[in-house]
Protein backbone atom coordinates (compact mmCIF):
# COMPACT_ATOMS: atom_id res chain seq x y z
CA UNK A 1 0.00 0.00 0.00
CA UNK A 2 1.45 3.50 -0.90
CA UNK A 3 -0.17 4.91 2.12
CA UNK A 4 -2.37 8.42 2.51
CA UNK A 5 -1.07 10.10 -0.34
CA UNK A 6 -1.48 13.95 -0.75
CA UNK A 7 -0.88 16.37 -3.55
CA UNK A 8 0.48 19.18 -4.13
CA UNK A 9 3.25 18.65 -1.63
CA UNK A 10 4.19 22.79 -2.00
CA UNK A 11 1.75 24.97 -2.98
CA UNK A 12 2.62 28.83 -3.24
CA UNK A 13 -0.35 31.07 -4.12
CA UNK A 14 -1.05 34.74 -3.91
CA UNK A 15 -3.37 36.31 -1.88
CA UNK A 16 -6.86 35.97 -3.33
CA UNK A 17 -6.23 32.84 -5.01
CA UNK A 18 -8.17 29.46 -4.72
CA UNK A 19 -5.85 26.58 -3.16
CA UNK A 20 -7.22 22.96 -3.32
CA UNK A 21 -5.71 20.31 -1.55
CA UNK A 22 -6.17 16.97 -2.77
CA UNK A 23 -6.07 13.13 -0.61
CA UNK A 24 -6.28 9.88 -1.29
CA UNK A 25 -6.49 7.92 1.86
CA UNK A 26 -5.91 4.24 2.48
CA UNK A 27 -8.16 1.83 0.31
CA UNK A 28 -10.42 0.10 3.19
CA UNK A 29 -9.78 3.33 5.83
CA UNK A 30 -13.22 4.15 6.57
CA UNK A 31 -12.38 7.90 8.05
CA UNK A 32 -10.82 10.76 6.85
CA UNK A 33 -9.04 13.59 8.66
CA UNK A 34 -8.13 17.19 7.46
CA UNK A 35 -5.45 18.83 9.75
CA UNK A 36 -3.35 22.05 9.88
CA UNK A 37 0.38 22.20 11.10
CA UNK A 38 1.24 25.83 12.10
CA UNK A 39 4.15 26.88 14.53
CA UNK A 40 1.96 29.20 16.56
CA UNK A 41 -0.83 26.83 16.65
CA UNK A 42 0.23 23.44 16.00
CA UNK A 43 -1.64 20.90 14.97
CA UNK A 44 -5.50 21.61 14.32
CA UNK A 45 -7.99 19.16 13.20
CA UNK A 46 -10.08 21.19 10.94
CA UNK A 47 -12.89 18.33 9.82
CA UNK A 48 -13.30 14.24 9.56
CA UNK A 49 -15.32 12.20 7.47
CA UNK A 50 -16.75 8.77 8.01
CA UNK A 51 -17.48 7.02 5.08
CA UNK A 52 -17.33 9.85 3.07
CA UNK A 53 -19.89 11.68 5.05
CA UNK A 54 -18.56 14.77 7.32
CA UNK A 55 -18.82 14.23 10.80
CA UNK A 56 -17.12 16.78 12.67
CA UNK A 57 -15.92 20.15 11.16
CA UNK A 58 -15.87 22.45 13.92
CA UNK A 59 -12.10 23.00 13.09
CA UNK A 60 -12.83 24.45 10.02
CA UNK A 61 -11.83 28.27 10.46
CA UNK A 62 -14.12 30.01 8.44
CA UNK A 63 -16.30 30.07 5.55
CA UNK A 64 -13.35 30.22 3.43
CA UNK A 65 -12.63 27.06 3.89
CA UNK A 66 -14.54 23.86 2.42
CA UNK A 67 -13.74 20.04 2.20
CA UNK A 68 -15.51 17.28 0.38
CA UNK A 69 -15.29 13.33 -0.17
CA UNK A 70 -17.06 12.19 -3.22
CA UNK A 71 -16.08 9.04 -3.04
CA UNK A 72 -13.69 6.56 -0.71
CA UNK A 73 -10.40 7.39 -2.07
CA UNK A 74 -10.78 10.93 -2.96
CA UNK A 75 -11.20 14.45 -0.82
CA UNK A 76 -10.69 17.57 -0.98
CA UNK A 77 -10.02 20.45 0.99
CA UNK A 78 -10.61 24.50 -0.50
CA UNK A 79 -9.33 27.76 0.42
CA UNK A 80 -11.33 30.57 -1.25
CA UNK A 81 -9.83 32.70 -1.26
CA UNK A 82 -6.76 32.32 0.10
CA UNK A 83 -5.17 34.51 2.57
CA UNK A 84 -1.29 35.11 3.60
CA UNK A 85 -2.19 33.26 7.17
CA UNK A 86 -3.41 30.39 5.86
CA UNK A 87 -0.07 29.31 5.11
CA UNK A 88 0.47 26.14 7.23
CA UNK A 89 1.08 22.33 5.91
CA UNK A 90 -1.96 20.75 5.40
CA UNK A 91 -2.11 16.90 6.55
CA UNK A 92 -4.49 14.44 5.74
CA UNK A 93 -5.01 11.48 7.47
CA UNK A 94 -7.08 8.40 7.42
CA UNK A 95 -7.93 5.41 9.85
CA UNK A 96 -10.15 1.99 9.82
CA UNK A 97 -13.26 1.37 11.96
CA UNK A 98 -11.46 -0.46 14.34
CA UNK A 99 -11.24 0.98 17.73
CA UNK A 100 -12.85 4.30 16.59
CA UNK A 101 -15.77 3.96 18.69
CA UNK A 102 -13.55 3.46 22.06
CA UNK A 103 -10.88 6.09 20.80
CA UNK A 104 -8.32 3.53 20.46
CA UNK A 105 -7.98 4.05 16.32
CA UNK A 106 -4.52 4.54 15.37
CA UNK A 107 -4.02 7.26 11.86
CA UNK A 108 -1.90 7.25 9.03
CA UNK A 109 -0.71 10.51 7.86
CA UNK A 110 0.14 11.38 4.41
CA UNK A 111 3.44 13.43 3.79
CA UNK A 112 1.38 16.85 4.14
CA UNK A 113 0.80 19.73 1.41
CA UNK A 114 3.04 23.34 2.31
CA UNK A 115 0.68 25.98 1.58
CA UNK A 116 2.59 29.20 1.16
CA UNK A 117 0.24 32.21 0.74
CA UNK A 118 2.31 35.25 -0.33
CA UNK B 1 -12.18 19.08 27.78
CA UNK B 2 -8.48 16.75 27.27
CA UNK B 3 -5.06 18.18 26.76
CA UNK B 4 -1.84 17.23 26.88
CA UNK B 5 1.08 19.05 27.86
CA UNK B 6 4.79 18.39 26.16
CA UNK B 7 6.62 21.14 28.50
CA UNK B 8 10.06 21.22 26.73
CA UNK B 9 10.03 22.59 23.38
CA UNK B 10 13.32 20.85 22.94
CA UNK B 11 15.55 17.59 24.21
CA UNK B 12 19.36 17.09 23.13
CA UNK B 13 20.80 13.57 24.13
CA UNK B 14 24.16 11.95 23.47
CA UNK B 15 24.36 9.16 21.12
CA UNK B 16 23.61 5.87 23.13
CA UNK B 17 22.07 7.67 26.48
CA UNK B 18 18.64 6.83 27.55
CA UNK B 19 16.42 9.58 26.50
CA UNK B 20 12.99 10.96 27.86
CA UNK B 21 10.61 13.29 26.53
CA UNK B 22 7.73 14.33 28.77
CA UNK B 23 4.19 14.58 28.46
CA UNK B 24 0.88 15.44 31.05
CA UNK B 25 -2.46 14.63 30.30
CA UNK B 26 -5.65 15.86 31.46
CA UNK B 27 -8.66 14.56 30.70
CA UNK B 28 -11.69 13.39 32.43
CA UNK B 29 -12.41 9.58 32.12
CA UNK B 30 -9.96 7.11 31.25
CA UNK B 31 -7.38 8.85 29.35
CA UNK B 32 -6.25 7.00 25.60
CA UNK B 33 -2.64 8.60 25.41
CA UNK B 34 -0.56 8.67 21.94
CA UNK B 35 2.70 9.11 20.82
CA UNK B 36 3.27 9.93 17.26
CA UNK B 37 6.64 11.12 15.51
CA UNK B 38 7.22 13.56 12.90
CA UNK B 39 10.36 12.83 10.48
CA UNK B 40 11.44 16.24 8.77
CA UNK B 41 9.24 16.32 5.33
CA UNK B 42 6.81 13.73 6.33
CA UNK B 43 3.83 12.86 8.27
CA UNK B 44 3.06 11.76 11.63
CA UNK B 45 3.57 8.51 12.49
CA UNK B 46 2.74 6.35 15.25
CA UNK B 47 4.81 4.89 17.75
CA UNK B 48 2.77 3.87 20.10
CA UNK B 49 -0.58 4.27 22.70
CA UNK B 50 -1.79 3.64 26.10
CA UNK B 51 -5.80 2.32 26.51
CA UNK B 52 -5.58 0.24 29.28
CA UNK B 53 -3.97 -2.93 31.12
CA UNK B 54 0.10 -2.84 31.95
CA UNK B 55 1.25 0.78 32.34
CA UNK B 56 4.34 0.47 30.20
CA UNK B 57 4.14 0.35 26.90
CA UNK B 58 5.92 -0.71 24.14
CA UNK B 59 5.90 0.92 20.55
CA UNK B 60 7.70 0.99 17.35
CA UNK B 61 11.50 1.64 17.09
CA UNK B 62 12.45 0.43 20.63
CA UNK B 63 10.04 2.79 21.86
CA UNK B 64 8.29 2.79 25.22
CA UNK B 65 5.86 5.10 27.34
CA UNK B 66 4.83 4.76 30.48
CA UNK B 67 1.67 5.70 32.32
CA UNK B 68 1.31 7.24 35.46
CA UNK B 69 -1.54 7.82 36.69
CA UNK B 70 -0.57 9.45 40.25
CA UNK B 71 1.60 11.91 37.98
CA UNK B 72 -1.00 12.26 34.81
CA UNK B 73 1.99 11.47 33.08
CA UNK B 74 2.68 9.22 29.74
CA UNK B 75 6.28 10.23 28.90
CA UNK B 76 8.37 8.08 26.21
CA UNK B 77 11.31 6.47 26.76
CA UNK B 78 14.37 4.90 24.74
CA UNK B 79 17.00 2.54 26.47
CA UNK B 80 19.37 3.97 24.01
CA UNK B 81 19.12 6.74 22.17
CA UNK B 82 20.62 6.87 17.87
CA UNK B 83 20.75 9.57 15.65
CA UNK B 84 18.26 8.29 13.41
CA UNK B 85 16.20 9.12 16.21
CA UNK B 86 16.08 12.78 15.69
CA UNK B 87 12.97 14.02 15.24
CA UNK B 88 9.37 16.07 16.31
CA UNK B 89 7.66 14.05 18.98
CA UNK B 90 4.07 14.48 19.70
CA UNK B 91 1.69 13.31 22.42
CA UNK B 92 -1.65 12.86 21.78
CA UNK B 93 -4.81 12.68 23.92
CA UNK B 94 -8.33 10.82 22.75
CA UNK B 95 -11.42 13.09 23.54
CA UNK B 96 -15.02 11.97 22.56
CA UNK B 97 -17.07 14.65 23.57
CA UNK B 98 -21.06 13.95 24.65
CA UNK B 99 -22.01 14.49 20.36
CA UNK B 100 -19.93 11.20 19.94
CA UNK B 101 -17.66 12.79 17.89
CA UNK B 102 -14.12 11.79 18.11
CA UNK B 103 -10.90 14.10 18.40
CA UNK B 104 -7.56 13.36 18.86
CA UNK B 105 -5.83 16.28 20.54
CA UNK B 106 -2.38 16.35 20.24
CA UNK B 107 0.58 18.06 22.13
CA UNK B 108 2.57 21.31 20.94
CA UNK B 109 5.69 18.56 19.83
CA UNK B 110 9.12 18.32 21.63
CA UNK B 111 12.06 18.11 19.13
CA UNK B 112 14.62 15.72 19.60
CA UNK B 113 17.86 16.12 18.82
CA UNK B 114 20.17 13.30 19.09
CA UNK B 115 24.40 14.39 18.80
CA UNK B 116 26.72 11.68 17.61
Known amino acids: DAGVIQSPRHEVTEMGQEVTLRCKPI?????LFWYRQTMMRGLELLIYFNNNVPIDDSGMPEDRFSAKMPNASFSTLKIQPSEPRDSAVYFC????????????????FGAGSRLTVL | AQSVAQPEDQVNVAEGNPLTVKCTYS??????LFWYVQYPNRGLQFLLK??????LVKGSYGFEAEFNKSQTSFHLKKPSALVSDSALYFCAVRDIDQTGANNLFFGTGTRLTVIP
Open chain 1, 93 to 108: ASSTETGFASGANVLT
Open chain 2, 27 to 32: VSGNPY
Open chain 2, 50 to 55: YITGDN
Open chain 1, 27 to 31: SGHDY
